[in-house]
Structure formats: structure tokens, C-alpha cells
């Protein structure tokens, strides 16, 4: 049966199609004129962050946003100086005597006030600080690095010592003037249970918190009591976005002024914007490195993992999972710039080499595998090595996990891991990452299953010598220890990547970290 | 009526224990320790099993699994992990900007795909009918992360008309009406397609039935032949597919909500997996599965309101 239906054109018919296609023309016209307008010369200066805040409180920080906002809200007894160099200035402190690395003796600068009335700092928050983080009670996820405290003796009210078991150098550069050591005001952590709420009130820098929306954004505002020169944006807006990717749109789109992004798009970012945004590559003090582990059963003979450290051509793997970029292969966790930094590698890329040693060895055709996470540019890292040891006569397997997978082979034994290619962020102090490779983390974070007396004393000794080249010295040699037991293959420090806006100069640390209240508006 | 409604409630509730507790064994199972991530490279084994002991994670499964329901019955979701925070509290504030972009999808799914369907089926074969089918398969077919992807090149970067990120400013209700227009499109835009091909077909058969001929004989208005007589019966099936589309869409809102940056429980769950957060993925597992089922039984129950054969056969 037919139908089809014959509608008789009324007057009816013709008003409703004609107010129909004038509602839609108004429509699209409205939302057109509500776009968004680029603020390069507002107050608001807006960035992307890779996720919310977990914690603000340094006891249980964990995530990037976390550091961001600490850098630029708490205050510190020192801090990183901006620019190019890694270098502590003085941040809340006026003098600071390292002299004694087991009695640090520091004054704090006078007047200094925590935002919301919370009172005046003083020496009893930076002793409440560095203590709490011993207290059991407290569940500190950074207490092992305050093992070394004894206590923070008081010798006026803006002044105290800061008493160690033993000499620790690293302890300063490590947890003192990092993450680790920033200072909370001891009466707000007091009316929250002996945490700091999210986001806490008392904060003492260039900025303060003025939002927080879960899932929405974070904004800081300038606080009006900041000791320092007066900041060129009002406003900070933080904007969580998980992918990179929308980030980078979101920046072409005009709702982000600064982004730090991804190493591998920088090419690609610079043929895209041009001359609207300034884009700039910086070193970073991260590193990636190889891991080979010597107590794996696969893995045990000395021959076998120097070959695996001979047969990967480590300068083209990076240059060719960074096209573009001026990216040369690390020397080891020390980046360059920073105490320990080794001048070159003792072994490069020698094939012939690592087949006779496996000839030798008699383990042609063995099976290794190599683990990795698979994020951004692990799995063709994987496949590169996969080749290069598949070239002299090695039977390679990849075995990619997702993030948390990966991370929790450090809770496995350790014959679970093979070879693994890892990235741990950094630290101007590298004993950071040296401390790790000790007998008692073969079951935790020591992968490589490296232990050593003679390292073992060295890094003792590190500990005591307040000397940066003396140490250096000591931590360079660390670093050739860990690589003759071809344990250890070194891939790359960083590289970080920094977008602004065109009329936006940023003020950051050495590896690109965003200090607010140096970032300039220019014509 | 009543005992219809009191019988799909009760399998609702029943679906919600068993879809909750089956996701938590496979979440447990998953390898991925949220402590050791948490902690990092400097943790100890005893700082590992200290936090795990005050987590409640170093319980059997079954007792975290019976401690997570019967904390959910009043209200008591647990803490998130990384941040301590109330769960139950972080999911409600997040909660309404996921069912805004939800609801706007399905209004545009709805808004959009019935009246098309209903035009088509009133004018088969026309240009429209042909018109329509073809973007309604095509739709279908093209996945919504790259629908979303290119309608943010070129409705944020090149025309600059539509905000690329975020859900607007608080108290703004055009800024926030604003900033959820390309996520909408994207969630619910393929079910346009599919409700209009689905609405199309059913239609085409009602239009068919005598008695609509008979309506017709009788001198009725062709507008109530239309909406009074064939599309009440033609929409039936929409709305049983609207009530399981729902689930779908809170499934595409995981990725709007990761692609847009916009607040919800789709990026809170996505989160959640990858830190092993385990109180926050079961908490928003939890709050979904309930959503889905309460759509599903509305829509069944709405059914049986249109349509009273459907509830003498339950009853």
C-alpha cells in the first residue's frame, strides 16, 4: 500500500519553516559570538596541567600538578633559581650554613606572613615541618627521607639547626630544598588532623588558592603580602586535561596561554603555530636508562648483558624516537649541569663485539625479554632494541604493560624483570636515583639486581662530602660501577618542551617547571 | 501496574549487586599495585605494607568486596587513595556535569533522530529519505573520538565558535550551555543515525496497518494519524533502545570527558583504572551500574505505560 503522504502548503506550514531556519541562523550567530577570545594580555594567565591535585600536603604529594602548585604557592627554606642553571637561592630562609652537613644552621627572613591570617612564619613551622615527617602516626610517604634527622633544634624564633644522625649532603639538595622540604604552617596542619587540607589556606609565595572545582580547573590569585616583585598576571588558571593531544588543541584554539607538552611533537608543533607561540626545548634533569638484571637466570652471565649493552646503537634510538630534536644519549643519571655528570659513556655501539661475546658465552639464540610501559614513545624504543639485539643472534621478546602493570613489578621478586627501560624523574641531587641499587631493593626498586661493598662505601661517602666536585667525582665513579657490571645502559636526560603564547615570556626552572610570578607579559 | 514496576526494581537491584561485585574480582585481579605507585622508588617494604594495612587493601578480596557494599548502603563509598578525600563526595560533584553531557546527548539523539525518522518514514524514497539514510549510516559507522577530534579543529581552532576544553564558568549557565555543545554532538550524535533508521522502519510498519487507514477514512487530521496513532506505537522500541543508549552514552562520556577536559565520573572511573584507585573506580562502577539499570526499568516501565499489552504480559 502507498503511503506517501501529500502535506497542503498553509500559511501555518510556511511561518513554522521560516521561524524554524531564523531561530537556527540566530543560534549559530549567538554561539559565534560567545567565542572564546585569546587573553595573551589579560591578567589571567591559563595552562594546562596533566591531572587535579592529590595532595598538596609534601608528606603525600604524587603527581605533577602537585609539584607545580607547590613551587608556587608554599614556601621552601631554599629553592631553584630560575633560568638555565641548577642553583639553590635562598626562598624563605635569609642565611643558610651548610658548612656542617650533619647541623644545618638557618635564619628565616623576618615579617614573612602565611596568606589568611595564619600568622607570621616562623622557626617553629620549618621544626613542625621537617619532624612531622617522622611521626609513624603520620604514614609520611617521603619518611625515609628524613631518616637522617634527629631533630630541628630552636635557637631563636626564626632561627634553628637541623640536626642529622650523620653528615648528609644529599639531604639538603635532595629533600630539604626540594619537594620534600617544603614548609607548612604548623597551625593550619594542626586544625586538619596533622595533614594539610586540599588546597590548604596557608600558603606563602607569589600566589594563593582562589578555586578549586575537582575536574574543572585550580586557580591561583597574587597574594598581596608577596615579598617579591609584583607579578605580571593577577590570575593563574589551571586547567586538568589528561591528553596531550586535546591540550595542544586547546592551545591552537586560543584557551591556553603556556603548555608543556610532549618531546616528540616539538617538530610538529613548530611547523603548526609558527609565529604565534614561542616554543622552546629544555634539558631536563629526568633519565631514562636500560636495565639489565644480573639475577634474572636469563640474565646472570657478565658477557651476556655487555653484549646486550654493545649490540644497541643507544645515539640512534634516540635520534630516532626524538626526529628533529637536538637530543643527544645520556651519560648517565647525572644531566648535564649537575654534580656527577659523566663526560661520556664507556661503552658505545659495537655489534661485532657483542657477537663474539655471546659466541662465547655459548648463548646464541638465547631468549631475553624486554619489559616496558607502554606509553608515548616506549614501544618503538622496545621494537628498536628488539632489532638490534635480534641482529647478534638474540631471541627478543617485548612484553608491554600498561602503566600500573609496569610499576608494580617493583612489588614482584626480583627474577620476574628482565630488561627494562624505565624513566624516573629527577633531581639536582642524582644520589636520588644511585641510592636505589643496594642488596635490600633487589625485592623493591633495584630492577637491575646490582650490589656492590665498594659502591656501597662510596655512597657513604658521598653522603659525608659537602664538596660538589668531590662528589661529583664519587658519584661519577658510582656511575661507571653500575655500567661495567652491564647492568646499567644510559638512554636520556629529559628532553622537556615549553609552548607560550606569542607577548608571554615564562619564567621556569632549568627543566622547564612554570614559576608564576616570573612570567612576563611583553609587547 | 505496581507489581510490574516493585518486579523490575527488584532485578534491578539484583543486577547492580552481581555487576558490581564481578567488576571488583576483575579490578583485584588486575596486576597493578595503586601502594607502590603511590610511594615510588623510595618506599620501603614496610612503608608498602603500612599503607597498604591502613588502605584496607591487604584484606581478602571477598571482605573488601563485602565492606565496599555494605559501606555502600549508607551512602559510604570509602577514601580515595591518592587524595583521602570522601569518595561518595567526589563523585557527586562530578556526577552532574556527566549526567548534563548524558542528557544533552540524548536530546540531541532524541530532538534529532525521531523527528528525521518520522519525516523519512513519511516521505520514503524522497530526497530527504535518501539524504538522511545515507549521513544517518554514516554516523553510525564513523567513530565518535573522531568526530570529536576534527569538530574540535574546526569548531574551536579554525572558527573559533565553540571552546575546545573545560565545562564553563560556574553560575553561567550560556557559558556552560556553550562549552557543552561539541561534547553533546559527539556522544550523541551517532545515535542520531540509528534512532532515525530505527524510528524510519518502525513507522513504515505501523503506516501499513489498517487501522491507520481507518483513521484516515475517518476524516482524521493527518497530523493526529500522524503523532496521535502511529508514531505512540512506532516509538516504543526507541524508547527501549534509549534506555539501553543511556549506558552507551555514559560509556562515550568517558572519552568526551578525557578529549574535552570537561569534569565528570567518565574521566574520574578512566583515572581511577590506570592509578589502580580502587575505591574511586568501584565508587563511580557503582553509581553508573545503577544509572544504567534505573534507565533501563524506567524505559521498560514507560513502555508499559504506552503500551498496556506489554504490562498484562509481565503481570
Known amino acids: ?523 | 501496574m505496581l507489581l510490574f514496576c516493585l518486579k523490575r526494581v527488584s532485578l534491578g537491584v539484583l543486577i547492580v549487586v552481581l555487576a558490581v561485585s564481578t567488576l571488583y574480582v576483575m579490578l583485584l585481579s588486575a596486576p597493578g599495585d595503586p601502594v607502590s605507585m603511590m610511594l615510588g622508588p623510595r618506599s620501603t617494604p614496610e612503608m608498602v605494607a603500612a599503607l597498604n594495612a591502613r588502605l584496607g587493601l591487604d584484606q581478602p578480596f571477598f571482605v573488601q568486596i563485602w565492606l565496599f557494599l555494605k559501606g555502600a548502603l549508607t551512602g559510604d563509598l570509602g577514601q580515595d587513595i591518592k587524595t583521602g578525600r570522601d569518595v561518595f563526595t567526589s563523585i557527586m560533584e562530578q556526577l552532574p556535569h556527566t549526567l548534563r553531557l548524558v542528557c544533552a546527548a540524548l536530546l540531541i539523539a532524541a530532538g534529532l533522530g525521531i523527528p528525521l525518522g518520522c519525516y523519512s518514514a513519511l516521505h520514503p524514497n524522497s530526497w530527504v529519505d535518501r539524504l538522511s539514510g545515507i549521513i544517518s549510516v554514516s554516523v553510525i559507522a564513523m567513530p565518535s573520538l573522531i568526530l570529536a577530534i576534527y569538530g574540535m579543529i574546526l569548531f574551536s581552532v579554525q572558527l573559533r565558535w565553540l571552546p575546545a576544553i573545560g565545562a564553563g564558568d560556574k553560575g553561567d549557565f550560556l557559558d556552560q550551555l556553550h562549552h557543552l555543545i561539541l561534547p553533546a554532538v559527539a556522544v550523541g550524535i551517532g545515535w542520531v543515525g540509528y534512532l532515525a533508521r530505527l524510528v524510519r522502519a518502525a513507522m513504515l510498519e505501523v503506516m501499513a496497518e489498517d487501522y491507520i487507514l481507518n483513521a484516515r477514512a475517518y476524516g482524521l487530521p493527518e497530523r493526529w494519524v500522524v503523532y496521535r496513532y502511529a508514531l505512540r506505537l512506532a516509538v516504543a522500541p526507541t524508547i527501549t533502545v534509549l534506555g539501553i543508549g543511556v549506558g552507551f552514552m555514559l560509556g562515550g562520556a568517558v572519552f568526551a570527558e578525557i578529549i574535552f577536559a570537561r569534569p565528570g565520573i567518565g574521566k574520574m572511573m578512566f583515572d581511577g583504572v590506570v592509578a589502580r584507585n580502587y575505591p574511586i573506580t568501584m565508587g563511580v562502577v557503582l553509581v553508573s551500574t545503577i544509572l544504567m539499570v534505573a534507565t533501563v526499568t524506567l524505559s521498560d516501565i514507560i513502555n508499559a505505560m504506552i503500551d498496556p499489552r506489554l504490562r498484562k504480559a509481565q503481570e
Open chain 1, 1 to 523: 500500500m502507498n503511503t506517501q503522504v501529500i502535506t497542503p502548503i498553509t500559511f501555518k506550514g510556511r511561518l513554522r519553516h521560516h521561524a524554524t531556519a531564523a531561530i537556527a541562523t540566530l543560534s549559530i550567530a549567538a554561539f559565534a559570538a560567545l567565542s572564546p577570545i585569546s587573553t595573551a594580555f589579560a591578567d589571567t594567565l591559563r595552562m594546562y596541567t596533566p591531572s587535579d591535585p592529590a595532595s598538596l600536603d609534601p608528606a603525600f604529594f604524587g603527581t605533577t600538578t602537585d609539584v607545580y602548585l607547590m613551587n608556587n604557592t608554599m614556601p621552601r627554606l631554599q629553592t631553584m633559581a630560575l633560568g638555565d642553571e641548577w642553583k639553590l637561592v635562598n626562598d624563605v630562609a635569609e642565611t643558610v650554613d651548610l658548612s656542617d652537613p650533619a647541623n644545618i644552621t638557618f635564619k628565616l627572613k623576618e615579617g614573612l606572613q602565611w596568606a589568611n591570617g595564619y600568622g607570621e612564619l616562623t622557626a617553629e613551622d620549618v621544626k613542625y615541618s621537617f619532624e612531622r615527617h617522622k611521626d609513624p602516626e603520620l604514614g609520611s610517604y617521603i619518611a625515609g627521607e628524613f631518616d637522617a634527622l634527629i631533630e630541628v633544634e630552636l635557637t631563636g624564633k626564626y632561627s634553628g639547626i637541623i640536626r642529622l644522625d650523620s653528615p648528609s649532603v644529599p639531604m639538603w639538595q635532595l629533600t630539604i630544598a626540594w619537594t620534600g622540604g617544603v614548609i607548612v604552617s604548623k597551625k593550619e596542619a594542626m586544625e586538619n588532623g596533622g595533614k594539610l587540607p586540599l588546597p590548604p589556606k596557608a600558603t606563602l609565595n607569589a600566589y594563593t588558592f582562589a578555586e578549586f572545582a575537582p575536574g574543572e580547573r585550580i586557580v591561583l590569585k597574587a597574594d598581596p603580602n608577596w615579598r617579591g616583585e609584583t607579578p605580571d598576571f593577577d590570575e593563574v588558571v589551571m586547567i586538568p586535561v589528561s591528553d596531550t593531544n586535546a591540550a595542544e588543541i586547546a592551545f591552537s584554539a586560543g584557551e591556553l596561554d603556556f603548555l608543556p607538552t610532549t618531546a616528540s611533537t616539538t617538530e610538529q608543533l613548530r611547523k603548526q603555530w609558527g609565529d604565534e607561540a614561542t616554543i622552546t626545548q629544555l634539558p631536563t634533569i629526568d633519565f631514562t636508562w636500560l636495565g639489565i638484571n644480573a639475577q634474572h637466570p636469563n640474565l646472570t652471565d657478565p658477557k651476556l648483558r655487555r653484549a646486550i649493552q654493545l649490540a644497541i646503537d643507544f645515539e640512534t634510538l634516540v635520534d630516532v624516537t626524538y626526529e628533529g630534536m637536538e637530543v643527544d644519549r645520556a651519560t648517565g643519571f647525572a644531566a648535564p649541569g649537575v654534580v656527577g655528570h659523566r663526560e661520556a659513556n664507556l661503552y658505545g655501539h659495537d655489534p661485532e663485539a657483542a657477537r663474539a661475546l655471546i659466541q662465547e658465552a655459548g648463548l646464541e639464540g638465547q631468549t631475553v625479554e624486554i619489559q616496558v610501559a607502554n606509553y608515548g614513545l616506549r614501544s618503538t624504543q622496545a621494537q628498536l632494541i628488539q632489532a638490534y639485539l635480534s641482529a647478534v643472534g638474540l631471541n627478543a621478546e617485548i612484553n608491554a604493560m600498561d602503566e600500573a602493570t609496569y610499576w608494580d613489578l617493583s612489588a614482584f621478586p626480583t627474577t620476574d624483570r628482565q630488561i627494562t627501560l624505565k624513566t624516573w624523574f629527577g633531581n639536582p641531587e642524582v644520589m636520588y636515583a644511585l641510592s636505589t641499587f643496594t642488596e635490600a631493593g633487589f625485592d623493591g626498586w633495584n630492577w637491575e639486581g646490582y650490589a656492590s661493598e665498594e659502591y656501597d662505601a662510596l655512597m657513604a661517602q658521598a653522603y659525608e662530602t659537602p664538596d660538589p666536585v668531590e662528589r661529583g667525582a664519587i658519584y661519577v665513579k658510582m656511575q661507571d660501577m653500575l655500567e661495567e657490571a652491564g647492568t646499567h645502559s644510559f638512554v636520556l636526560n629529559g628532553p622537556n618542551t615549553i609552548v607560550t603564547r606569542k607577548g608571554i615570556v615564562p619564567g621556569h626552572w632549568p627543566d622547564g617547571r612554570p614559576v608564576f610570578h616570573a612570567f612576563k607579559k611583553v609587547e
